[in-house]
């Protein structure tokens, strides 16, 4: 009695890390996990360098929106940082955080909607 082994078929992923719509959402869940885990957010920006480019569309617009949001924001990190000195860096460190989780949940909300961000380059909100 013979019998032939199963075929082997490669398990299918939800493919997370290709361009689209998932990818750019996991990008959004990585820069908020970035505020308490700070590596994910380098996480995060390397995957939106990575795929940039490639998705075409609506989606486009995201990845320019995270990748200005996690350069800005460190921007202004950096410099809350050093006017720490004189304690105002502290509200302004607030600030930021609270820019960084506006702009993450807007691009979430956008793109849940399907709808591209309107002015991707922006520096505020």
């Avoid at 909300?109 to 380059?121: D, M, S, T, V």
């Amino acid at each position: 009695m013979s019998e032939t082994p199963p075929s082997f078929t490669p398990r299918q992923t939800d493919r997370w890390l290709d361009p689209g719509q998932t990818n750019v959402q996991v990008i959004y869940i990585l820069y908020l996990a970035g505020l308490v885990i700070g590596i994910s957010g380098i996480v995060g920006i390397v995957l939106a360098y990575m795929n940039r480019g490639k998705a075409g569309g609506f989606v486009e617009s995201h990845y320019t929106w995270l990748i200005r949001t996690f350069w800005i924001g460190l921007l202004y990190a950096l410099v809350s940082f050093v006017l720490m000195m004189v304690l105002i860096g502290f509200i302004l460190m607030f600030a930021v955080a609270v820019w960084f989780i506006v702009r993450c949940i807007m691009g979430l909300q956008a793109l849940g909607r399907g709808e591209p961000i309107k002015n991707p380059e922006s520096w505020l909100i």
